[in-house]
Structure formats: C-alpha cells, structure tokens
C-alpha cells in the first residue's frame, strides 16, 4: 500500500510543485491551502505523514500539528518555514513536529526530510515490536550484549543502520560508543564507503573548524596548501563525531548546515561543496542540561536526536561483566603470548561487585594489568587490582561517610530522584521543586531512569 502525504500550504504554486514533484517517488498526495481543511482530512484518517507550512490563514501550522498529535499521537509532521522564522521551527520540533525544512529549499532536500521521517517512524514501530518479542537476540562482532539494556540498543543498531538518519549515542565515558558507531557504519548500505573518527575535545578549538571543512590556501598563516576535512574525506561514508557537546557555538552553526542542506564552504574559501555523509554522533554531555544553559543550540540538538542510542554503564548490566572479561582475557593472551586458562569464581565475584565508574573500558584495562602482572595459569583475586577509593576519611573530616555505603554519586543521585518522585506522589512538577530542578531537567533524568515521561502539553 502506498505512503499518503498530506500537504498544507497557501501557496498555490508551492503546493502543486510539491505535490507532482512526491508524487513522483511513488507516494499518495493529497493537498489543502489551510489547516482547517487538513484538519478534516486527518480526522477522515488514511494520512502517514503530513507537511505543512507554519504561517497559514486562519489556523496555524502549530495548531494543526497539536491537533492532530491530539488525533494521532504517532502521526509525523514536517514543518516549512522561512528562514526568518528558525525559533518558529523550533517550537515546533518542541511541540511534536518531527523535522522542519527553511525555504527556500530544494526538491531533493524535501525528498530526502520526507523519506528520513518516515525511516524514522518504521524504525520506532520495529522497536516496539522488538521489545514484545519473545527470545529475539542480536549478536554483533566484538560487542558483548547479553543483558536486555543491551540487547535493546544493539535492536536499535540494526534498526537504524538501514537508514540513513542521523544518531545521537549517549552513555558516560567507556561504554563503547565508538563500537557502536562502526557497527551502525558497518551494518550500513555505506560499509564500503570511509568510516572516519573525529573527537572534538581533542583537538583545538581553532583548529576543529579546519578539521571538519578543510580549508583553502592562504586561508590563514601557514596554510601553505589546500587540504580536505573531514565531512569531504568521509563522502559516501560515515563520519563520527565524539563528545558533540563540547563543539563550539560557531563550529554548531556550520554542522546545522550540513546536516540541513549537505554543503558548506571551506574555510577560507568560497566554493560550496556539496557531500553525502551520514554523521553520527556521541556525547557523554547532559545536551538537555547544555540546552538550558545556553551553550549548546536547540535547532542543532533536534537534528542530531532523530534516533537516540541510550549506553547504559556497565554498573546497569553487570550480567554481561563476566562475558566482557573473558573477551578481554583472551584478547590479552593473544597479544602478549601468556597462556592463562581463566578467571577464578572468586576474582570474578570481585570483578562483578566493583562499580565501574570507568565503564567497559575501566574493566578492559584492570584485566589487561591482571594478565601482565598474574604468574599463574587462572586469573585470582589478588590479581585484580581495582582502582577503589580510600576509606581513610581525609584530615578534619568527620567520621561519617561522604556518600552512603556502596553508592556512586550517580546512584545516590538517582535515588533522590525516585524518593522526591515518591514524596510528590508522581507529580513532576512537584518533585522539581523538590529537587531545585527545571521540569525540563527532572524529565530528562527521569527518561534515564526508565520512567515514562509523556511530552509536554
């Protein structure tokens, strides 16, 4: 059966040009110049998907879009907006709107919002089937995932790297976001094309420009050449940007371009080049929290969270601490040429008590000293050196425990959250104050936490 696009535009023109030009990938049109109109068609049903402008007579594009979320709460909408008007196009995506495109644009790029929108919302729908499915397990090289956390985000993994949206990774520092970066790469239609890395917390700020853009000769001193960036190099690939929070205002203002319009200008340079990149990206930054704060732009988040891979720590899925240590083990051996057989019951118990705060990464390392240091044929807990906290309190300290027993400041931090919940009787509103947090903040951490967050009204 095929797709059904409803279009909501004033324009007479635009509106019949968008009309034949989707009309020719193969979906069902059907057009109206108000939302009153495209409100009666929704109601009718047999609409997946709806485009519409914000400024209209009568009726606006956000009214239509809240009623109709009314109506269908899983209905996509694509938002169209004059490039004076982005803040627009941003309460929007805040009431529900799945993607917005600035005119002028081009056929291709509405084409292309379209095609990616609906991508999207298949691969939300698999997802729900994925979790009520019974006995379904992925298996992806090099990737342990025994435990449900895990196994639901290597779901979405194969999910969305079929498509070619753009990938939000969240988790703390080593939990293998770069694993599953090549994964979705490698899983891809674009395996063949480049896979390249590029963390921006270790370059400098004046230089990350010029890694990503490239730039041209004489474009400052010491460019004696001109040389590619990144997003050129990585044309018909993927490219992966760790620790997307830390980019600077500027350097978000010409991703937001890409990611909208595929092309920008090198620095120094004049020509526009044109790429086909997939990005993916990664944080282990609070981005809601950098939202609030000003230092990280709205428009550019909701680009990049089209489909958000949420990576527990390794203290949420422990189950899968003995399976990771024997990967690690025997990749250990291989390197170094000692031959040892295993990991005592005993040194395992320890490995799956510590908390890891260094994550998947962390454990890697204290297996890798275990390997080096162990004289004996299995792995014992004398050899598992765990980097844990001095119990000693510092001098002039009170006896007291900073945090309570057994408790990371995470976890501690969690916990108030759940007893606030309690003491407010689920009123969100209520155990911010509690909290001193924003209800944007508190919701945020309540998603973490698994609790189910309804979108504002």
């Not at 002028?104 to 609906?118: A, G, H, N, Q, Y």
Request: include cysteine.
């Amino acid at each position: 059966m095929k797709t059904t696009l409803l279009i909501v535009e004033d324009e007479a023109p635009m509106r019949r040009l968008l009309e034949l030009s989707l009309g020719e990938e193969g979906y069902n049109t059907q057009s109206v110049e108000t939302a009153e109109a495209g409100l009666k068609l929704l109601q009718a049903g047999n609409v997946d998907l709806v485009l519409t402008d914000l400024k209209l007579p009568g009726m606006s594009g956000l009214e239509l879009l809240e009623a109709g979320r009314h109506l269908r709460a899983d209905l996509p909408f694509i938002v169209m907006t004059a490039y004076g008007t982005v803040e627009s196009a941003v309460e929007a995506m805040k009431a529900g709107a799945n993607d917005y495109v600035l005119k002028p644009f081009s056929l291709d790029e509405i084409k292309l919002v379209v095609r990616r929108t609906l991508d999207v919302r298949r691969l939300r729908e698999e997802n729900r089937d994925l979790r009520e499915a019974l006995g379904k397990r992925y298996d992806l090289p090099g990737i342990v995932a025994q435990s449900p956390k895990m196994q639901e985000a290597l779901g979405m993994v194969e999910r969305v790297a079929q498509t070619n949206s753009t990938v939000l990774i969240c988790g703390e520092s080593g939990v293998g976001k770069d694993l599953i970066a090549r994964a979705i790469h490698q899983r891809s239609r674009r395996s063949r094309g480049p896979f390249l890395k590029i963390n921006s917390t270790a370059i400098p700020e004046n230089l990350l420009e010029s890694e990503l853009f490239g730039y041209e000769k004489g474009a400052f001193t010491g460019a004696a050449s001109s040389k590619p960036g990144k997003f050129e190099l990585a044309d018909g690939g993927t490219l992966f940007l760790d620790e997307i929070g830390d980019v600077p205002p500027p350097v978000q203002v010409k991703l937001l371009r890409v990611l909208q319009e595929r092309e920008f200008e090198r620095l120094g340079g004049t020509r526009t080049v044109k790429v086909d990149v997939r990005l993916v990206a990664a944080t282990n930054r609070d981005l809601r929290a950098a939202l609030e704060e000003g230092t990280f732009r709205e428009d550019l988040y909701y680009r990049l969270n089209v489909v958000p891979i949420n990576l527990p720590p390794l203290r949420e899925h422990k189950e899968d601490i003995p399976a990771l240590a024997a990967l690690f083990l025997r990749k250990c051996c291989e390197s170094s040429g000692k031959k040892i057989d295993g990991i005592s019951p005993t040194a395992m118990e320890r490995l799956t008590q510590f908390h890891w705060p260094g994550n998947v990464r962390e454990l890697e390392n204290v297996i890798e000293r275990a390997v080096a240091l162990s004289q004996g044929n299995v792995l014992e807990p004398a050899d598992i050196l765990l980097d844990e906290p001095a119990q000693k309190p510092a001098a002039g300290a009170s006896g007291a425990p900073f945090l309570p027993e057994g408790l990371t400041l995470e976890q501690w931090e969690d916990e108030m959250i759940r007893e606030a919940m309690r003491r407010a009787n689920g009123n969100k509103s209520q155990a911010a104050r509690l909290l001193g947090l924003s209800r944007n903040a508190l919701r945020y951490r309540l998603s973490k936490l698994g609790f189910a967050v309804e979108a504002e009204e």
